[in-house]
Nanobody, 115 residues
Framework: QVQLVESGGGSVRPGGSLRLSCAAS????????MGWYRQAPGREREMVAS????????EYADSVKGRFTISRDNGKKTLYLEMTSLKPEDTAMYYC????????WGQGTQVTVSS
């Protein structure tokens, strides 16, 4: 079955960096677009970044452009999100996503940015 397991979250000060990873299993990762989403308390889940199966199309939310970088290693079946210049408003639970007929989500990894 499809499984997505996120890791790499934590607490950092504003201006800090984190690298999130998502280990995928149960499907051929190289065949599907994947993405990172986040949800802050009291807010709807929003797309942060997405990457096509062939890495030929990448999209970012305006709020993270220039600061976050999404990448994937299909050989390792892993999706990454490099986050730099973190701001307090980046505080949220971050989720890995893949759509195979329906959306599949990981359990999430918490990112907290606070001084």
């Amino acid at each position: 079955q499809v499984q997505l397991v996120e890791s790499g979250g934590g607490s950092v000060r504003p201006g800090g960096s984190l690298r999130l990873s998502c280990a995928a299993s149960g499907f051929t990762t190289s065949a599907y677009n994947m993405g990172w989403y986040r949800q802050a308390p009291g807010r709807e889940r929003e797309m942060v970044a997405s990457i096509s199966a062939g890495v030929d199309y990448i999209e970012y939310a305006d709020s993270v452009k220039g600061r976050f970088t999404i990448s994937r290693d299909n050989g390792k079946k892993t999706l990454y999100l490099e986050m730099t210049s973190l701001k307090p408003e980046d505080t949220a639970m971050y989720y890995c996503q893949v759509r195979i007929g329906k959306n599949f989500w990981g359990q999430g990894t918490q990112v907290t940015v606070s001084s």
